[in-house]
Each structure stands twice: as C-alpha cells, then as structure tokens.
C-alpha cells in the first residue's frame, strides 16, 4: 500500500536558519506529492505540491523537488521565521482522480528568536 | 472568514456515551471529509460524502458513522466511544474529488473519552 514517512520531530531551529524535513514515500505509478502546514489552532492547510517527477513545488519561501530516483519530496528554507512555527504534513495522492490522501505523522518546528 | 468550522473545540465524553460533532462549511463545496487523528499520527480518513453519496473507508469501524442533510453540514457520530477513539477528528472540505489535494480544513475538534 501506499505510505509516506517524515523524520520524527520535534525540530527546534534558530531565526534564520536553513530548514530540511524529509519525506520519503512508498507507492506504485506516479503519484502526486504535497506539504501540508498545521499553524497552532488552525486546521491543515496545502503549503505546496508537485505532480510529476523533477517537479518543484514552492510557496513562502518553502521548496520541494519531486525525486523519483530516491522517492522523496524535501522541504526546505533557506531562512525560517518565528512564524513558520507548526508542525508540517507530507502527503501523497495515488493518482489523478482519486479522492484518498496519505498523510505522515507530521513534524513539528519550533522557530526560536 | 472561517470557510470550515468545527463544534465544539474541546468535547469530552464517557465511555460507551454517544456523541456527535458538526462541521459546517460556507464554502458550496461538493465534498466533505472526516479524519481522524491520534497523537503524533498521520490524520487517517474515516468517510466522505460526494454530494449525497456515503463512502465509507474499508477500515473505518461500524462504530463511526456520518449523516450529511445538506450541503453545508456533515456530522460524525461515535455510537459508543471507546478509550481508543480519543482524537482529534477533522473535517475538510473539496470542490470535487479531483482537486482534492486543495482540502479546505476545519480547526478540529478534540475528543476526549473518560
């Protein structure tokens, strides 16, 4: 079936430090990928995706490149923020059309000044 | 401007007491979503509703069932909460399945069982 694995959290970087989560993801075909951002007391809410391979989502600053080679789908910043504070959700769907999401167990930031 | 809204934030239950919660949505869309998920898990899909027609995972247990009486409303119903339902059960909304990957999500609602 389809998984998809995060690094266990929490992290705790200083303002302006460089950020990397990883996710690494399990699945037949070709799927499509995503990051979800989960601010404290909101619900889930898309941060970027990427559909095929070699495909480079980004939004706020985020990044992350769609590697079939080593199914993965990093998220990266180059300089996190106090605000960028959450705990993010890599997510893969199986295939166009399909209603189902697979979720991993989230990682939460800690940005500190 | 909350699109997706979940009540109550908190709801606390006993064991074996049925119990209910809402999800509205002002956002006219098609589909509605119920996840659930447990301390430091990926949310898990329980059900959703296309328009007026159910679709139950294969995993979900009897227990959890949902009723959706009109476009703006979708409920969960826990029959008979065990200590393993405790969760935070989340709603999320989607134009159509297709673009469901652009999930609109209620804050939750967390579920506490004594």
């Known amino acids: 079936g389809n998984s998809v694995t995060q690094m266990e959290g929490p992290v705790t970087l200083s303002e302006e430090a460089f950020l990397t989560i990883n996710c690494t993801y399990t699945a037949t075909g070709y799927p499509s990928l995503f990051w979800y951002v989960q601010y404290p007391g909101e619900g889930l809410q898309l941060l970027l995706k990427?559909?095929?391979?070699?495909d480079k989502g980004s939004n706020k600053g985020f990044e992350a490149t769609y590697r079939k080679e080593t199914t993965s789908f990093h998220l990266e910043k180059g300089s996190v923020q106090v605000s960028d504070s959450a705990v993010y959700f890599c997510a893969l769907r199986k295939e166009a059309g399909s209603y189902q999401l697979t979720f991993g167990k989230g990682t939460k930031l800690s940005v500190i000044p | 401007d909350a699109m997706v809204i979940q009540n109550p934030r908190y709801q606390v239950t006993q064991f074996g007491k049925p119990v209910t919660l809402s999800c509205s949505q002002t956002l006219n869309h098609n589909v509605m979503y119920w996840y659930q998920q447990k301390s430091s898990q990926a949310p898990k899909l329980l059900f959703h509703y296309y328009d007026k027609d159910f679709n139950n995972e294969a995993d979900t247990p009897d227990n959890f069932q949902s009723r959706r009486p009109n476009t703006s409303f979708c409920f969960l119903d826990i029959r008979s909460p065990g200590l393993g339902d405790a969760a935070m059960y989340l709603c999320?909304?989607?134009?159509?399945?297709?673009?469901?990957?652009?999930?609109?999500f209620g804050s939750g609602t967390q579920l506490s069982v004594l």
């Open positions: 990427a559909t095929k391979a070699d």
């Open positions: 999320a909304t989607s134009r159509s399945p297709l673009d469901n990957e652009k999930l609109f």
